[in-house]
């Protein structure tokens, strides 16, 4: 996946959980891309949470997920503590 943000470098802050493992603490978005690689196991599921709204609310995050035939852009729009789940199934 890749994330970053696309509106205002406000200071966005997020976590991210694979099936329950935080595998990104507290992140600070910016405008840079972090590309973070993730497996999918059977069923995976990835779950973000907004740590805050930064300066400017909502946190607005970009969350891009690549596989090799495809993009899938999702634009979080979440409240401090709220969360969006992607659940994963493989093939």
């Known amino acids: 996946i890749k994330i970053f943000d696309t509106q205002y470098l ?44 930064g300066r400017y609310p909502p946190n607005s995050a970009q969350i891009e997920i690549m596989s090799k035939d495809e993009s899938i852009p999702i634009r979080l729009n979440m409240l401090t503590g709220n969360q969006a789940e992607i659940q994963f199934v493989a093939k």
């Open 10 to 53: 406000d200071g966005d802050r997020i976590s991210i959980f694979n099936n329950d493992l935080c595998i990104l603490d507290n992140y600070k978005v910016t405008g840079k891309i972090l590309e973070l690689p993730i497996t999918i196991q059977d069923t995976t599921t990835l779950r973000i949470v907004a740590n805050n709204e």
